[in-house]
């Protein structure tokens, strides 16, 4: 027979010893519910080219992403601007891009970064393979940038000199050369000058012709033709990228051996060669993580690419009726046929 006495206090000790365990197990699922959203990260894009040409980049810089756990709709949210190669158009878009209050901008290419840089300087900016970017002005220094941008930057003056071998060596008795470059594009004149001389140790001659857009880019490779130029080498230029197709078109109909970046062979020119821009927009998703967590892009080094693509455009090489030697098409990343 129980003592009715000592069973008062029993009782009183299981009710509190019951409601504790109550308040401890419903206060995670109170401080759960009482959660707010995961907070969404806006990524502004500011394109320079269309949506179409920077399709396969774009998918890399997602896929980065999503392999840092970020997911659309869920965490994250794009707002793209595309100026389809007109380069007067990027200001205003980046600053249509700042009124949305994004959390980060991406941009491809140094005219896209200056756009943005001017519109604003509190908004995160990652700029993908911007020219020699302290040079023109992008960052202070590559190890510290300062202000408000980083990103990747490569020294395409290095790349002309390749491309010049490639040339000589699938051509050995090449001798002229057309160098296509834009004169309003600051860069032009370095290029042309490291350009000149690689070419003066090949023992080739080369010649820079100057157009600034797509309406007088037939007058140029008609001159080109005209002085009985061999071949021509394009200038990383965001016109001439954006208007590759136009440019390999003039390139086959004038008979000219064509190389530039890689973008030139894939839309139908004969060789290219240049920085692998989808491991670079992969890269960038690298920056963009950092950014939103908290890392100021002033102590973010600008990278300086690893990974160069070389591709051989065979189908190209057949219409020309040229024959690529077997060596060169061994050190192609990428033979399209």
């Known amino acids: 027979m129980r003592n009715a006495r000592s069973e008062g206090p029993l009782r009183a000790r299981r009710k509190l010893l019951l409601a504790l365990g109550s308040g401890v197990l419903a206060a995670p699922f109170a401080s759960f519910a009482q959660q707010p959203p995961a907070k969404i990260a806006r990524i502004g894009f500011l394109g320079p080219e269309t949506p179409a040409r920077t399709a396969t980049r774009v998918g890399a810089l997602r896929a ?7 997911v659309e709709g869920k965490n994250l949210a794009f707002e793209f601007r595309w100026a389809e190669g007109k380069n007067e158009r990027l200001p205003e878009l980046a600053s249509e891009l700042v009124r949305e209050k994004v959390d980060v901008i991406v941009t491809h290419g140094g005219r896209g970064g200056f756009a943005a840089k001017r519109a604003t300087a509190a908004i995160p900016i990652i700029v993908v393979v911007a020219g020699d970017a302290v040079a023109i002005g992008l960052v202070a220094s590559l190890a510290r940038p300062g202000g408000n941008v980083t990103g990747s930057t490569f ?5 002309y000199g390749k491309r010049l071998e490639f040339l000589k060596e699938a051509f050995p008795r090449i001798r002229r050369i057309a160098f296509l470059v834009n004169p309003d594009n600051p860069t032009s004149a370095p290029a042309a000058a490291a350009s000149v001389r690689a070419a003066k140790a090949l023992k080739l001659e080369l010649q820079p012709f100057q157009t600034r857009g797509p309406s007088d880019f037939e007058r140029a490779f ?10 021509v ?11 590759t197709g136009a440019i390999a078109s003039l390139a086959a109909k004038y008979r000219l051996a064509s190389i530039g ?29 950092k950014i939103l967590k908290g890392a100021k892009p002033a102590d973010l080094p600008v990278e300086r690419p690893t990974k160069f693509e070389f591709i051989i455009n065979r189908k190209t090489a057949n219409a020309l009726g040229v024959s690529i030697p077997q060596s060169i098409l061994m050190r192609a990343d990428e033979v399209i046929d």
């Open 64 to 70: 980065g992403l999503r392999d840092l756990g970020y």
């Open 155 to 159: 020294f395409a003056l290095e790349l």
């Open 222 to 231: 008609s001159a080109m033709a005209q002085n009985r130029f061999e071949a």
């Open 233 to 243: 080498s394009v200038t990383q230029d965001p016109i001439f990228v954006s208007n």
């Open 261 to 289: 970046g890689t973008e030139l062979a894939q839309a139908g020119g004969l060789m290219g060669y240049g920085v692998n821009l989808v491991d670079l927009f992969r890269r960038g998703a690298h920056f963009v993580d």
